[in-house]
């Protein structure tokens, strides 16, 4: 995520009364046989969360989704949104019920393995009861249909994620949370999965989301989208966005590169950086290693509670101000160096935000560093003379929840990183970056394996150094070469 301007990024917003606790209107149907203990097997209840110490309600426990499909039917006029939701997983534990986050909506109807199953509201949690107990280590596949009119999810720190209504149709986006709005979904990083999304919009509109662009089909004044995104996801790295766009389509490298600007924004800059999109993914493929997905694009939107970009998996979204002031390939420069950084190599715990936006942010500065309008030192030093002691004393690798996306996390951790380069010099630094992106491809990662990695490939004890950078509550000594 990069934010327009600092302080007013994430807008914090009236708490919203979500629907969608309490009982479904339709019948459920009786379970064909009460789960119950074989061979000695004891099946329990899935969690409710997935252990996440900032965000306990976050995901769930028990299994592990492989790939998610998603049909969405919506319409803009009437703001409703009707879909089926298959979810193909693995239990890893003997689970007599599961859950799913999902956020307002109504459930009309739960099968597992194809045999009807019970549901239940509790929240944001959908609580689904299988036939029959579902064994550890096996597959098991969940379709869900559901709708209703959705509603972004309010956070009482971090502002707002989630599915919002716009004038031409609708925006899906969000972090830390933001999936469970229009689908049910284990919502947390933790648990990537592939995704095919269908989105059936009124015929006319456009509707993107994350991947490959696999056609579209028109019925009855309809429009269907297809989109695959077949690399792990993260939850919150999924979007779609609905309205009218004006789309730029192309192939780069074998990957179909799409991308789309808001009809509200005459065409200029946004599109002009937009059009960039390759050059600055092919600068930081020289840095980081191969680009990790198959598709490549961006979506400018212009609504204006969308005050920030998110690196939405291999098509970032872009609030219309960043290109305000004419061309900005800073922000690109950000948004695509998570696809390397949180999305391709994925947080495990939100803690470890700044692995994403410290890396995400020294990337700005290798790509000013490479047009020659400032070196990544100076940068640097500008922040360690001029920050502010809120910085100093905000730990990034422990910001607290809080400040998941304070400046320490965002600054900091990109003073971190050029410690780390000013410490081991220049060819190891660089072979790091790289050994981070191939080991924990498509994966997920701590910032002690991030040390780890570093003292490794560089060969250099690195704790003190890191210590003081992603933990000291007091400016750590100017780096130098160890
Ligand atoms: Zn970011």
Not at 46 to 68: C, E, H, K, T
Not at 94 to 100: K, Q, T
Request: a negative charge; hydrophobic letters at 40%; proline letters at 6%.
């Amino acid at each position: 995520m990069a934010r327009m301007r600092r302080g007013v990024g994430l807008v914090t917003v009236a708490a919203l009364g979500l629907a969608g606790c309490g009982s479904d209107p339709e019948p459920q149907p009786a379970p064909a046989t009460a789960p119950a203990p074989t061979a000695g097997r004891q099946f329990a209840p899935g969690a409710a969360g997935i252990g996440d110490a900032y965000f306990p309600s976050y995901g769930n426990g028990g299994y592990d989704v492989g790939r998610y499909t998603v049909k969405v039917r919506y319409d803009p006029a009437t703001d409703r949104l009707t879909g089926t939701a298959t979810v193909q997983a693995t239990a890893t534990a003997d689970l007599s019920a599961f859950h799913l986050d999902l956020a307002g909506l109504t459930v009309r109807k739960v099968t597992v393995d194809g045999a009807p199953a019970r549901h239940a509201r509790e929240a944001d949690e959908l609580v689904v009861t299988p036939a029959a107990g579902l064994t550890a280590g096996n597959g098991f596949t969940a379709e869900i249909s559901y709708g209703g009119k959705p509603e972004p999810l309010a956070n009482e720190v971090l502002g707002e994620g989630g599915w919002l209504h716009t004038t031409d149709g609708a925006i899906a986006l969000g972090q830390p949370e933001s999936a469970s709005t229009w689908f049910p979904v284990n919502d947390h990083p933790s648990d990537k999965a592939t995704y095919d999304v269908e989105i059936t919009v009124p015929k006319g509109l456009t509707a993107v989301s994350n991947g490959v662009p696999k056609g579209r089909s028109d019925a009855d004044g309809w429009t269907t989208w297809k989109w695959s995104e077949a690399a792990p996801m993260a939850s919150y790295l999924s979007t779609v966005v609905i309205g009218d766009y004006r789309v730029e389509t192309g192939e780069h490298k074998g990957r179909p590169v799409f991308s789309a600007v808001s009809t509200k924004l005459g065409k200029g800059a946004a599109d002009a950086s937009m059009a960039r999109t390759t050059e600055v993914a092919d600068y930081l493929e020289s840095v980081f290693g191969p680009y990790p997905f198959a598709a490549y694009g961006g979506v400018v939107v212009a609504d204006e509670r969308i005050r920030y970009a998110l690196e939405t998996q291999s098509r970032p979204v872009y609030g219309a101000g960043f290109f305000q002031g004419g061309e900005n390939t800073g922000v690109v420069a950000h948004e695509l160096a998570h696809q390397w950084f949180g999305n391709s190599v994925s947080l495990a715990k939100w803690q470890d935000i700044w692995l994403n936006e410290g890396l995400a942010t020294y990337a700005e500065w290798l790509w000013a560093e490479h047009r020659g309008t400032g070196t990544a030192q100076a940068a640097f030093d500008r922040r360690y003379a001029g920050s502010s002691s809120r910085l100093w004393q905000t730990p990034p690798a422990e910001p607290g929840r809080q400040n998941l996306f304070s400046e320490s996390v965002y600054q900091r951790g990109g003073m971190t990183v050029h410690a780390l380069r000013v410490a081991v010099g220049d060819p190891a630094f660089f072979k790091i970056l790289k050994a981070w992106a191939a080991e924990k491809r498509n994966g997920n990662a701590t910032t002690d394996e991030f040390v780890a990695v570093a003292e490794r490939v560089s060969g250099k004890q690195l704790d003190k150094l890191f210590a003081a950078w992603l933990h000291g509550t007091e400016r750590p000594p100017a780096p130098k070469r160890i």
